[in-house]
């Protein structure tokens, strides 16, 4: 009980936080030269675990050779595209990554991975509390083809809470413990007050020079699962942008992730 008071407390002594940091961002105009990028640290105003969502990201593994499997002769690695830190500990034998800005304004954010198999595989999108307990899932058929898909998340039940996601490939039906899989934390978080709502960032129909300051106020104050939605939905829509296709470069490029800045987006699933 005590453990979510604090919790909560700390939700929402990070979403005034943030509302004044917007608030004071939206107040200065934005160039178009400015480069979308996303904070190399954790801003301050959102320091520690809450920022950093106390969970672990696994790159995903190939199931042995002599198992039955979908998932032959990959393209690389599963990969989610969230920045990651690593924390060294002693009790591990390998460097623990840490999500860090894994924040949403929405109770149904999107999550972007990379899938690395040319052929068509069911993708499972799960939802779970803190404890591990899943909430919900959404399972999809993904196309014949490598490439990053964009994936919406089951809704989130309350603000100011963390859950966990899983993002699994179905590579033995029949073996679940088979499939390969990633997993990662989020919390969403309450909108600042007065905010227009946020979910026109992920509306492509909407014309990314108008939404593009906001873009930036978000990316900056340190919410990540929102800003690259918000780009990735554009790209998606007219990869030849060259506004969009730049701030998708660059955004991808700030956090380490710029090997796959040139890969194709080729599926989103929304369920909104």
């Avoid at 453990?3 to 940091?21: E, K």
């Avoid at 227009?196 to 919410?223: C, H, K, Q, W």
């Amino acid at each position: 009980m005590k453990c979510n008071l604090l919790t909560r407390l700390i939700a929402v002594f990070i979403s005034v936080i943030l509302g004044f940091s917007l608030k004071q961002q939206i107040a200065v105009s934005q160039n178009d030269s400015t480069l979308l990028t996303f904070p190399s640290t954790t801003p301050t105003n959102t320091s520690g675990n809450a920022g950093n969502t106390s969970n672990t990201e696994n790159p995903g593994t190939r199931p042995p050779g002599n198992i039955e499997t979908l998932c032959q002769n990959p393209n690389g690695s599963l990969k989610a595209l969230v920045p990651v830190e690593l924390e060294n500990n002693s009790n591990y034998p390998f460097p623990i990554e840490h999500i860090r800005g894994g924040y949403t304004f929405r109770d149904t954010p999107m999550l972007w991975f990379y899938v690395p198999y040319d052929i068509s595989l069911d993708a499972k999108l799960s939802l779970s509390d803190e404890n591990g307990l899943q909430l919900a899932s959404t399972q999809v058929t993904l196309p014949s083809s490598s490439g990053i898909i964009g994936m919406t998340l089951p809704p989130i039940p309350e603000v100011g809470q963390r859950y966990r996601w899983t993002f699994s490939l179905i590579c033995n039906p029949e073996i679940p413990s088979r499939n390969i899989t990633v997993r990662g934390g989020i919390w969403r978080l309450e909108p600042p007050e007065g905010e227009r709502s946020f979910t026109e960032l992920a509306n492509a129909d909407v014309s990314y020079e108008t939404i593009r300051p906001r873009i930036l106020d978000i990316a900056n104050a340190g919410i990540w699962y929102d800003t690259l939605t918000s780009v990735g939905l554009h790209y998606y829509a007219d990869s030849t942008n060259e506004r969009v296709a730049l701030d998708w470069r660059s955004l991808l490029e700030s956090v380490s992730l710029g090997e796959y800045t040139d890969v194709p987006i080729i599926f989103v699933h929304s369920e909104n």
